[in-house]
């Protein structure tokens, strides 16, 4: 069973990643605000409602992978 604990970590890491970059993707394709991913900390950023969720979807995902490598490594 942890194995597939292993696996479910690895795929909402990376496909949350992935999706948080695609987001970022949108926004700077949209707005050519290039600036604003650099100063990340600066609330500067103005995203769509679209951009917001899938960022939101994203880090969701990421942070649900980390839950799942601390549950895994506390069950073995």
């Known amino acids: 069973?942890?194995?597939y604990l292993a696996i479910a970590e690895q795929l909402l890491f990376w496909?949350?990643?992935?999706?948080f970059l695609?987001?970022?993707a949108?926004?700077?394709?949209?707005?050519r605000d290039f600036k604003s991913?650099?100063?990340?900390?600066?609330?500067t950023m103005e995203?769509?409602?679209?951009?917001?969720n899938l960022n939101r979807i994203?880090?969701?995902?990421m942070v649900i992978a980390v839950v799942i490598r601390?549950?895994?490594?506390l069950l073995n």
């Not at 949108?26 to 707005?31: K, N, Q």
């Not at 995203?47 to 917001?52: D, G, I, P, S, V």
């Open 1 to 3: 069973m942890y194995i």
């Open 15 to 19: 496909f949350g990643l992935l999706i």
């Open 22 to 24: 695609v987001s970022l």
């Open 26 to 31: 949108m926004y700077a394709g949209r707005t």
């Open 37 to 43: 991913l650099i100063y990340f900390w600066r609330p």
């Open 47 to 52: 995203l769509t409602m679209r951009e917001f």
């Open 58 to 61: 994203g880090l969701v995902m």
């Open 70 to 73: 601390i549950a895994n490594f």
